[in-house]
């Protein structure tokens, strides 16, 4: 066969190979597929109890506990989510305003620690937040009632299975077909801190959980700090790594470098050995001549060198730029597990507007979380109300209970604490504004700063009374924040609206 038809028989052959159909490719998600490129997933789903369970939490537990001891970037992160998510103020709203007011005065009494948890020694507001950064850092805590009308805290790991549990007990929960929780067993601790107590079992009716739930079929809580604490872990030893090697800089100052053969000798000349060679007593061979005395902590230090020698500091970039940046993009990706801005980490990080966004985004994020927080604080009023009327000391009026109200239908409501206006001379103007444009109303305004209308309405009529019995006149609607008569309907007198002042 001649050259020529055999190049032209391969490149026929060529061409009908590279045009030869190709099987379809199959439509699938790229994640399924295992890759030795990347670390492979379980391949399995389970039950978040199943996996977290019984000594797994106990590791999960000591290691977010550590880091929270240990490391001021984890505590400052806990303490500022608590600050924004765990102060309330109560609101009640049953049409009666003396009732509301003494009732008011009742629950401020009820939540102080001789009457709020049977230690007597925290408040409502010091347990909140106590609660809700053992959530943080646990996942979970919990708060028993007492026949007292008390509540006990029951911290994570003391809600525990039996020592002879059936398999219907799950991380120290028993729950029905509906996942709904039936009991809790719960250990005391053993003494001196260590150890635990057999378990007893509380029914469902008298305990209160507040968990971080992410999942449906989930009884127990996972801290949202597990999935940041191998990232703060590392932020931990790398500058404890770090500082050490900082230290080791300073520690060895200098490095000598020499061209003789003979060693350098003693560094001090104050500790140099004699010369053994030396034959004459007091001859200068009796110190070595090739060390150098120098002490920085005695003053300036002048260093007289051989010829050849040569004396260095060492001086390095430690941390270098490059690490710096790095362990601040891990700090920055550990604080989101809280939802934390890294603004708020290192406030220089942004401008004012950008730290504005910031604080928005972070009060979005925080609605959910407070929410749950409400929750476990309309369970401790509900049940000390029961308390407290079954003994005779709370009597609610008829013309409450006539309005349809009740436990199930509460006149109260926890709200949380707003934040003071930045700049009251303008925000003031704007929010009069708003409101008689009605975007808004005063109540809401009222909220967002942390006061309430009715009570700033109430106390400003109380110090009108006051002054006009003591002779003074008190005139409002004439400060810098203009004519309100003019920014609010006609609805709203000058008093309501002058009462956003909070005066």
Known sequence: MSNSLLNSVCSSEVVSAAWSPQPAPVAEYDAVKASP???????????????????????????????YRNLSIVANAVRMHLNYNTQFSLKSDSGDDVFDEE???????WSQPENFEASCRFSRQKYTRLLECLAVIDGDCG?????SGMIQAVESDLIRNPDSSSDEWVNGVKADRYNKPQAYSISDRGRGGQGYQPAREYPAEFFHLHAYLHRFDQLRGVSPLLSASNDFQDVYEGKTLSMAKMKAEQLIALVFHRDALDGPGQL???SAVEDPDSEVEGDEEEVNRAGYQVDFGSGPVLIDADPGDDVKFIQGDNPGSNSREFILLVIMIALRSLDIPFSFFDESYTNFFGQKTAWMHYERACSD???TVAQFLNWWLKFRIQVAVSRRQLVIPRSVLSKGYSLQRPWFKFIPVGMPWWKPSEEVSSSSEAIGNGFTSPQLVCRSIGTDFKRNVRDTAKAIEYAKSRGLRLEYGSGKSGNI????????STQVA???LDV
């Open 498 to 500: 002058e009462a956003l």
């Open 268 to 270: 001090d000349a104050s």
């Open 37 to 67: 490129k990347r670390k492979r997933n379980s391949g399995r789903v389970r039950s978040e109890d199943s996996v977290l369970t019984g000594a797994k939490r106990t590791y999960a537990s000591s290691g977010t506990q550590d880091l």
């Open 369 to 371: 979380k407070r929410a």
């Open 103 to 109: 009732f008011e005065a009742v629950v401020e009494e």
């Open 143 to 147: 708060s028993l009632r007492l026949q």
């Open 485 to 492: 008569d003019k920014l609010i309907s006609d609805s709203i």
